[in-house]
Structure formats: structure tokens, C-alpha cells
């Protein structure tokens, strides 16, 4: 039985001397290694270089501070996997982003050991700002809170609002610890992780550090007490090898930087942070994807996730990117923002062929917005780039810095709706929703590739106010081309030969594909649907109104929250207009949605072709009948917002 297979929780490392430590942290990476080659990873995917890059962090983490008495704290999360191994999980690791499993962040219904489950970056500093002054004002002085930030997650820009906050916070007993191995997804960038990188390679710096490590240590009796007081030392070394220490011009203590691998180093300084009283940053540098070959020489981002979770050939976001190139050739107001997604959002091929026009912001989609806006009044156009569920972030920006002054900014949404394995935090089910608040705000939802390239066109033309195209994960299906056209929208299905116009079908992106499936399962019952794809979701096209009177019943489908949506879009246009014909809206349960596949999860909360075809069956059938309901009905099982 290895070492690992014995690890109930963390009091079972206390009890490890030095060498077991050692061999427990390689069993460790051989777990992560095993796991990342394994079958079910091209299915689920999972984060394999930051796991592998805090191994020893993590253990000196748990032998020096008593969990869960001690609060742990992880920004994004990413880098648990090691956390949950040492916590009781190693049996259920299989099953880890699975439907069912383990999930990939931490979980409280997983373990008393987890806290926090969010996923989005640059927020462990306030929980832990707000933990620490918790435990104060409840006189439990023995309590301490350990927040554990990589150096990615510290460009974002709420990260620095509590580090201003907890500088003046003198007695919290709080422990901040740099995960520093210059990377986020990508390597960092902006001035912090500049000046982290001179910190990284001062030779007179590293060599100090070294002699004193390697000299001073094995000194009898007065070697470690004159390390420590040597290492500790406020300004003096720090000062001579490296000028302004920002952390110290905050008035924070700092500790650092210190070899994030050595784990009896690393145990030593946060024993020393965990005495001081009052709050420690501990600068520690790591190596993502330390201990597996091929993370260590990939140059693109260590493996930050496997598989490779970029721009690959036929997929949305290479769609995207690769009209982007174009659109650029000939648009030369065109500009890219990212926000330290640059390969992940397909935009690597446009900052190839135009890299003074691309600007990586870092983790800060607050900022890219604003900025964006900006470069707006300066008379570009921005294509914001960013990941669905992080626009959440930014809608005060949006709002009232870009929309508010009608700037023409495109903001492209990768991974809206049901992404799948990544769970709750990262679903994109909230944009459709606050995107329809923003006055003037156009929506763009492209039902395949060919359309991502056709709406991505229409939206830069805009110069006149902000403007969103939204696209799932994965791969782009076939290209379905309209039939007719209903205003600006593509009509794809009419009713078949014998079959009276009962039901008008309008889904928006990839759902208008499945609702021809859904036309034909109901063509067989005899139910006669004309399938329309509105293209842009807001504003709503106003020939939806004539054709809504044309019909029996109008349903809506989307990958997106019901809840302000764009079926509640639909059915506030028809009541404008008086258009009595009821509507029947489908889209996901105002809910968090755990994680599985994209096709788990939909098949859970009701949106696949079989069990939508039945609901409108029904909704048919009651009308034959004349059991008219209300016209905005909801799904059975889910009650009306």
C-alpha cells in the first residue's frame, strides 16, 4: 500500500518524517500523471501543470495548518487536485470531473477540507480578508486563514482591493501565499509579472538565498535561528538585491521568494508566517507542470489543462479566430483584447499576423471592457474576447462605460451555455440574460460556423453601440442554410406537405439545429412547425409578430438561464403587440448546474429533442382540446420566475 492510499486527511502527513514526505510527494505526481492519461481525460478534461507544480506546496500547507479549523482558501481552484488527495479522496480520483465524480474545483459537499467553490479568479484575498476579521470579532485568535493565489490571479484587479484592505487589518492572523510560476493560462504578463519575473531570475539574489540555504543551515545550534533571522529580515537583503518590494510598500511583511518545491523550506517560512500574527505574504516560486516532461517543455501553457483545451481545427473558437484574421486584413480600426485567454478563445492566429493590434489585459475582464471602450473613443473597434461566464464580471462596465456612450465594442462570448465538465462556476447560462438588460446592446447567436463568420461581420459594422456574439464549446456542427428569410431572420423548416402551420419553432444559435430535430419527431405525430433562427437575440425582430399570429403555439429554445432570456424577450414583444398566441419557453432551470458532459447535462435539465418534442406534443394536444392556458406557460416541473 503506497503512502498516499493511507491518507485520510491531513493529520496523517504530521506524522511523515522528511523521506516520507519525499516519496509521498512522487507517488503524488505519479497519481496526476496516471490520471492525465487515462481514458475518460479526452472526455472530461481536467487541470494537470498547476497540479503538479504545487505538490509540496500543498503538503507543507497541511502539516503546518490544522484543517478545516484553519481556513484554506484557493483562488480558482484549478490547483486542489493535490488538496483533495491529501484529504480523504484518493479513492473516488477516478471518477474526478465525471457526472457523479469528483468535481474539479473544491466542493463543500465533497469535504469539510473545501470552502470555497468558485471558480473565477482574483477573489481568495477578500474571502480570506473577510474570514480572518471574522474569527477576530469572535475572539478565536487560535484560527488562521491561508489563501493560496498564483501570480495570474494577482492581475486581477480585486486582488489588489484586498491587499489594500488587508495591509491595515495589522493584527489578522491571515497567511497570502504567491504561488509565482509566471504563468496563468498563458505566461503573465503586465507590469506585476515583470517585476515578479526580475525577483525570479536575480542571480545576486538567488545566490544569497543559496548560501545562506546551503551554508548557514547545517551551522550546529545557531544555523537555522540565523537563517531565519537573515531570511526575515525587513528590508536590508531585500532592499540591496531588489528595490521597492511592493508588497512592503503596502505596508504588508513579506516573505520570499523561496524555492515553492523545497517542501521543508517551504513548511519553515509558513511556520514562521503562521506565528507572526498578523498578515504574511510568502512569495513562493514553483515550476508548472514540474515532475512530467512533456508539461515542462510544453510552451504554450505547461499543460495547464489536458487535453489541450485551445483554438483546435473545428471548433467554435478556431472559427472565430480564423475570421478574425480576416476580418483584420482588411479593417485595420479592428483590435483583439484578451484577458489571459489568447490561444483558449482562438485568437493566436490574429496576434501571428497583427501583434501590435492584440492586447492581453491579464486576469481582468473588468478592465478590458473599460479599456476597450477606450480604444472605442479612439476610434477603433475592440473585439473583446472572453470566456461567457466571465462577462458576469464585467456588466458594470459594460453598462455604463460602453454602453452608456453607444461606443461600438464587440464583445465575442467562447463557452456560452452548457460547457460541461467544469461545473457550475463555469457554465455560460447568465450572459443571455444580463446581456438583454444593456440598453442598445445588440446579441448575436450563430447557429454554426458559417454563421459564427456571417455574424461576426454584421457586428463589427455596428458603430453606433455595443454588440455580443455568443458561441458554445466544442466543435461546430454541420451548416443548415435557410430556407426562406422572416425579416432578418433565417427561416429553416417549413411545414411538410399536408401539415397546417400549428407550431412556430425559434431557436436561437446551435438550438435552432435541434429544433429540426424536434420538427421531425412532431411531423410524425402530424404537428406541422416552421423552425426560424433569429440570429440576433436582441433586439428581437419585429416579423416575429405577424408570424406568431400565423400559428397555434410559439416555443422558444435556448442554451441559456430561462429567466430573462431570450424567450422572455419573445413573449414581452407579443404582448406589446397584443399577439394572444401562447408561448412556451425552454431553456436551463434557473439553477447551479453541477458537472458532466454538455450532453449529460442538457439530457438532465430537458433539452434534447425527445423529451422537448413530448412537451410540445402536449402543449399541442391541451390546445386541441381547449384547454387553453396562460399565454407564457413554463416547463412542468419548474416554476415560473
Known amino acids: 500500500m503506497t503512502l498516499l492510499e493511507c491518507m485520510n486527511g491531513p493529520e496523517d502527513l504530521k506524522r511523515l518524517s522528511q523521506d516520507q514526505l519525499t516519496r509521498l510527494a512522487a507517488e503524488i505526481r505519479d497519481v496526476l500523471i496516471e490520471w492525465a492519461q487515462g481514458p475518460m481525460v479526452a472526455k472530461t478534461s481536467g487541470h494537470l501543470g498547476p497540479n503538479l507544480g504545487v505538490v509540496e506546496l500543498t503538503i507543507a500547507i497541511h502539516r503546518v495548518f490544522d484543517s478545516p479549523k484553519d481556513k484554506i482558501v484557493f483562488d480558482t481552484g484549478h490547483q486542489s487536485y493535490v488538496h483533495k488527495l491529501l484529504t480523504g479522496r484518493f479513492a473516488q480520483f477516478g471518477t474526478l470531473r465525471q457526472r457523479g465524480g469528483l468535481t474539479g474545483y473544491p466542493s463543500r459537499a465533497e469535504?469539510?477540507?473545501?470552502?470555497?467553490?468558485?471558480?473565477?479568479?482574483?477573489?481568495?484575498?477578500?474571502?480570506?480578508?473577510?474570514?480572518?476579521?471574522?474569527?477576530?470579532?469572535?475572539?478565536?485568535?487560535?484560527?488562521?486563514?491561508?489563501?493560496?493565489?498564483?501570480?495570474?490571479?494577482?492581475?486581477?484587479?480585486?486582488?489588489?482591493?484586498?491587499?489594500?484592505?488587508?495591509?491595515?487589518?495589522?493584527?489578522?492572523?491571515?497567511?497570502?501565499?504567491?504561488?509565482?510560476?509566471g504563468w496563468s493560462y498563458q505566461p503573465t504578463i503586465g507590469g506585476l509579472?515583470?517585476?515578479?519575473?526580475?525577483?525570479?531570475?536575480?542571480?545576486?539574489?538567488?545566490?544569497?538565498?543559496?548560501?545562506?540555504k546551503t551554508t548557514l543551515s547545517r551551522a550546529p545550534v545557531v544555523g537555522a535561528p540565523l537563517y531565519g533571522t537573515l531570511h526575515g529580515i525587513k528590508k536590508g537583503i531585500k532592499d540591496v538585491?531588489?528595490?521597492?518590494?511592493?508588497?512592503?510598500?503596502?505596508?504588508?511583511?513579506?516573505?520570499?521568494?523561496?524555492?515553492?518545491?523545497?517542501?521543508?523550506?517551504?513548511?519553515?517560512?509558513?511556520?514562521?508566517a503562521r506565528d507572526f500574527g498578523g498578515p504574511v505574504l510568502l512569495h513562493v516560486i514553483t515550476r508548472k507542470g514540474l515532475g512530467y516532461p512533456e508539461a515542462e517543455q510544453n510552451t504554450d501553457d505547461r499543460l495547464h489543462q489536458?487535453?489541450?483545451?485551445?483554438?483546435?481545427?473545428?471548433?467554435?473558437?478556431?472559427?472565430?479566430?480564423?475570421?478574425?484574421?480576416?476580418?483584420?486584413?482588411?479593417?485595420?480600426?479592428?483590435?483583439?483584447?484578451?484577458?489571459?485567454?489568447?490561444?483558449?478563445?482562438?485568437?493566436?492566429?490574429?496576434a501571428a499576423a497583427y501583434p501590435s493590434r492584440v492586447y492581453d489585459v491579464g486576469i481582468a475582464e473588468q478592465h478590458a471592457i473599460t479599456s476597450a471602450a477606450g480604444l472605442a473613443m479612439g476610434g477603433l473597434h475592440p473585439v473583446v474576447a472572453i470566456y461567457s461566464t466571465f462577462i458576469n464580471r464585467a456588466f458594470d462596465q459594460t453598462l455604463m462605460?460602453?454602453?452608456?456612450?453607444?461606443?461600438?465594442?464587440?464583445?465575442?462570448?467562447?463557452?456560452?451555455?452548457?460547457?460541461g465538465p467544469d461545473g457550475a462556476s463555469h457554465h455560460g447560462m447568465w450572459d443571455g440574460s444580463i446581456m438583454q438588460l444593456v440598453p442598445g446592446m445588440k446579441i448575436a447567436a450563430p447557429r454554426d460556423g458559417k454563421r459564427v463568420a456571417e455574424l461576426l461581420n454584421e457586428a463589427v459594422e455596428v458603430s453606433d453601440g455595443p454588440t455580443v456574439v455568443r458561441f458554445p464549446k466544442?466543435?461546430?456542427?454541420?451548416?443548415?442554410?435557410?430556407?426562406?428569410?422572416?425579416?432578418?431572420?433565417?427561416?429553416?423548416?417549413?411545414?411538410?406537405?399536408?401539415?397546417?402551420?400549428?407550431?412556430?419553432?425559434?431557436?436561437?444559435?446551435?438550438?435552432?439545429?435541434?429544433?429540426?430535430?424536434?420538427?421531425?419527431?412532431?411531423?410524425?405525430?402530424?404537428?406541422?412547425?416552421?423552425?426560424?433562427?433569429?440570429?440576433?437575440?436582441?433586439?428581437?425582430?419585429?416579423?416575429?409578430?405577424?408570424?406568431?399570429?400565423?400559428?397555434?403555439?410559439?416555443?422558444?429554445?435556448?442554451?441559456?438561464?430561462?429567466?430573462?432570456?431570450?424567450?422572455?424577450a419573445v413573449s414581452r414583444l407579443l404582448r406589446d403587440?397584443?399577439?394572444?398566441?401562447?408561448?412556451?419557453?425552454?431553456?436551463?432551470?434557473?439553477?447551479?448546474?453541477?458537472?458532466?458532459?454538455?450532453?449529460?447535462?442538457?439530457?438532465?435539465?430537458?433539452?434534447?429533442?425527445?423529451?422537448?418534442?413530448?412537451?410540445?406534443?402536449?402543449?399541442v394536444a391541451r390546445r386541441s382540446t381547449g384547454d387553453v392556458r396562460e399565454a407564457s406557460e413554463t416547463v412542468p416541473g419548474e416554476a415560473a420566475p
Do not use: C
Not at 423552425?531 to 436582441?538: A, L
Not at 394572444?580 to 434534447?608: I, M, N, W, Y
Open 241 to 272: 538585491l531588489q528595490p521597492q518590494v511592493m508588497f512592503e510598500d503596502l505596508g504588508l511583511k513579506y516573505v520570499g521568494p523561496i524555492d515553492g518545491h523545497d517542501e521543508r523550506l517551504v513548511e519553515n517560512a509558513l511556520r514562521r
Open 111 to 181: 469535504s469539510e477540507h473545501d470552502l470555497v467553490e468558485n471558480s473565477h479568479a482574483s477573489t481568495s484575498l477578500s474571502y480570506a480578508d473577510g474570514l480572518a476579521k471574522a474569527y477576530k470579532l469572535r475572539g478565536e485568535p487560535d484560527r488562521t486563514v491561508v489563501a493560496l493565489i498564483g501570480d495570474g490571479a494577482l492581475t486581477g484587479g480585486m486582488a489588489w482591493e484586498a491587499l489594500n484592505n488587508i495591509a491595515a487589518a495589522k493584527d489578522s492572523r491571515l497567511v497570502m501565499i504567491v504561488n509565482d510560476n
Open 193 to 212: 509579472a515583470e517585476h515578479l519575473a526580475e525577483i525570479r531570475v536575480s542571480q545576486r539574489y538567488e545566490h544569497v538565498l543559496d548560501y545562506i
Open 306 to 350: 489536458v487535453p489541450a483545451a485551445g483554438a483546435l481545427p473545428g471548433s467554435w473558437s478556431r472559427v472565430f479566430g480564423d475570421e478574425m484574421v480576416a476580418i483584420g486584413a482588411r479593417r485595420p480600426d479592428v483590435v483583439a483584447i484578451t484577458a489571459a485567454m489568447l490561444n483558449p478563445t482562438g485568437l493566436t492566429q490574429f
Open 401 to 419: 462605460d460602453v454602453a452608456l456612450h453607444r461606443l461600438p465594442v464587440t464583445i465575442v462570448l467562447d463557452r456560452a451555455g452548457v460547457t
Open 474 to 568: 466544442g466543435k461546430v456542427g454541420g451548416e443548415v442554410e435557410a430556407v426562406a428569410k422572416l425579416g432578418g431572420m433565417d427561416v429553416l423548416r417549413t411545414p411538410g406537405a399536408g401539415l397546417s402551420a400549428d407550431v412556430l419553432l425559434a431557436g436561437a444559435g446551435p438550438m435552432a439545429l435541434m429544433g429540426l430535430e424536434v420538427a421531425d419527431r412532431l411531423a410524425g405525430h402530424g404537428i406541422g412547425v416552421t423552425v426560424v433562427d433569429p440570429r440576433w437575440t436582441k433586439p428581437i425582430d419585429e416579423a416575429l409578430v405577424a408570424a406568431a399570429r400565423q400559428h397555434r403555439l410559439v416555443v422558444t429554445v435556448e442554451d441559456n438561464g430561462r429567466v430573462g432570456g431570450f424567450g422572455d
Open 577 to 619: 403587440h397584443d399577439v394572444d398566441v401562447p408561448v412556451k419557453t425552454f431553456g436551463l432551470p434557473q439553477e447551479f448546474l453541477s458537472h458532466g458532459t454538455r450532453a449529460e447535462v442538457l439530457e438532465e435539465v430537458g433539452l434534447t429533442p425527445q423529451h422537448l418534442a413530448r412537451q410540445i406534443t402536449e402543449a
